[in-house]
DNA sequence: TGATAAGCGAGACGGTACGTCCGGTCTTGAG
DNA sequence: CTCAAGACCGGACGTACCGTCTCGCTTATCA
């Protein structure tokens, strides 16, 4: 995506403007009736201005619905019932957003025949979140808080898990702050000692 | 899927042709590539033979890797370390084999635009297991391993998400009975009082 | 379509009921609209029905438009003219029904893959006529009305020649006694020494 | 078949190997058994790249058969003789060769059932060939060859219906120059004052 | 300042796959 | 062996749409 010098720059209202249709037209119409064509077209632009800039659908949902940033505001540790509800939190306002639970089954689906694809993924979820979680679940088995013998990608699989599975399965509004709650209780419980 | 009395009968070599195939081809290709073209040619048959059983390829494909039998089987109760294991190892067993990998992130792409097909998919699922393991949950909190206040749906929820996530992001072979004594000691120690 | 001794006998009243709706379903819709099942609805029976009869629409159409009997009744010859006059207003009456306007092209194109259907249909319609043609035109030249190297072939080309390019490029209406009065001219002084 | 200035122009090569591939098939399997699929599999291209061209198959097979400019160099008059001649030698040359016998049978047919079709296979027919014969005749008449009474779609009939019977019952070898020169001396003695 | 190069809207193209129609066959159960 | 009823198999259909390409124009940098 290196800006070439010579030759017309590109148009940032038209990038602008296919993310905000890519995420209202996911929301709409879902992951597998969303077309380069309909997003084109409702975006005011056209089809070839968005292959230069995305190379697959994939990859435009993929930016459109979970953005770079949406990951890197990781806060400072602190007790690890804390911890752990940031962590359960994040999944939660990653995965129950309307764009993303509409995009994430077609970007795992795309993801199976694509490792590249895959890796871009995956490799931003786990990207900081994995090495942080890492860090806390350290912190407490040196406080005593946790099993030594508890593993980081467990644990990871546990909350990003039944945050998925709790999206694709509950309607909206059934995961909230007692939703929360208890998850985080499990996953305390069950790390301690 | 009730034989009519009149009229020819179907072929049950096409049957089982188009389902052998249709994991076969997942395997190898992904959900999104395969086409019902492919699997009718490489059953040796033809789309209208297929469009004849299952409505869409989602159907076929639920169908090839999920058969109902599938999830008929769960053993009577026994200790509840036991029964978690049996589910866990039923959530693994299901979504490990290489057909499901491919097929469920599809599935669920298709569910998330057909609530129909949500339903079927989910409900089988869901059907036995989750009254099974409610069952066992409320044996466990009668016997005083299990808090009153787990709920089934956040059980299953943790399983099931830690499963496929599991099934998503590690290769085959790091699914084995050490992750599942690993996910077993998480969810029993989540759920004691 | 020898009658078999055993077993139930053909309903003769089906034979009919195809025969007379194959006809009618002809000016209507035309012959490659034409269909068996079409034929079997309109006719109250079934396409096997129908197929136990004719191995083929063609077969079915032909016996339909133009029965066996329609080339039997050729008159005695009498003067030149006359027999010229009857062997053209013969081509007009078998080919200017609007049933025959319809199966003719039809059954000439299956004809041009269906070697034994050509047979069939072509000779019927040259088989008495055509001799009985070379008859008159001997007796034409023994009384020295007819050069004598008029071939009949080609007398025949001229005369069903005529009349199917006539039926197939003008209106039913314009097909009529000056049209038949001007091809005998044309024929007999074409023919004269 | 404009060129349109905007969009991708179209492959000439596909048109070529389309027409090419029509004219094959329709020798090897005749009209009836042409298909649109079976042509574009045989000349390397798709069925939607000859659905952008050509918008049914009588109207591919017509282009591919009789294509226009066939029609379009009947030279000078001279004496009525020749005349005759040339417009009989041209009627043989259109529908003697093998993809012409096997198509027209067809085009009727489907002509038969649609009217802009028929309109267009013989207006291409009809267009200059029926004007020049008028004028033919007409110079004819003037020099006392020619009756006065003598139609023209009437020679037209027998000219062109002539050489269609002689080529549908006809092997391919019996329409020669010996052909021809009987059906000139027909015409020309028919016409004759 | 002019040449070069890339982006843009517009829109048709080549080709994959779709879901359907229907032609001809087969099965059942009754006559 | 026929009949009515009806489902089945498979060839072909005509269409939707994906990703690419071509055009004529615009907008920037480089020589």
Redesign the interface.
């Known amino acids: 995506m290196l800006a070439t010098a010579v030759g017309r720059p590109r148009d940032a209202e038209i990038d602008a403007a296919v993310l905000r249709t890519t995420v209202d037209l996911l929301e709409t119409?879902?992951?597998?009736?969303l077309t380069i064509a309909k997003i084109a077209a409702r975006a005011g632009t056209t089809k070839p201005a968005i292959y230069r800039r995305w190379p697959t659908k994939a990859h435009l949902v993929h930016e459109a619905v979970f953005p770079a940033q949406d990951f890197e505001d990781l806060p400072e540790g602190r007790d690890l019932r804390a911890d752990v509800r940031t962590l359960v939190a994040l999944g939660v306002q990653l995965l129950a957003r309307p764009a993303a639970?509409?995009a994430l089954?077609?970007l795992?689906?795309?993801?199976?025949?694509d490792g590249a694809l895959a890796a871009e993924v995956?490799g931003q979820a786990?990207g900081g979140t994995f090495e942080w979680l890492q860090g806390r679940l350290d912190a407490g088995i040196a406080a005593g808080n946790v099993r030594p013998?508890?593993?980081t990608?467990?644990?990871?699989?546990?909350v990003?898990?039944?945050?998925?599975?709790?999206t694709?399965?509950?309607p909206a509004d059934a995961i909230d702050e007692r939703?929360i709650d208890?998850?985080v209780?499990?996953?305390v419980?069950?790390?301690?000692p």
């Open positions: 119409t879902g992951y597998l009736q639970r509409a089954p077609g795992l689906a795309e993801s199976a025949a995956l786990a013998d508890v593993t990608a467990a644990v990871f699989e546990l990003a898990g039944a945050a998925f599975v709790a694709a399965t509950r939703w208890q998850m209780d499990l996953i419980r069950g790390i301690a």
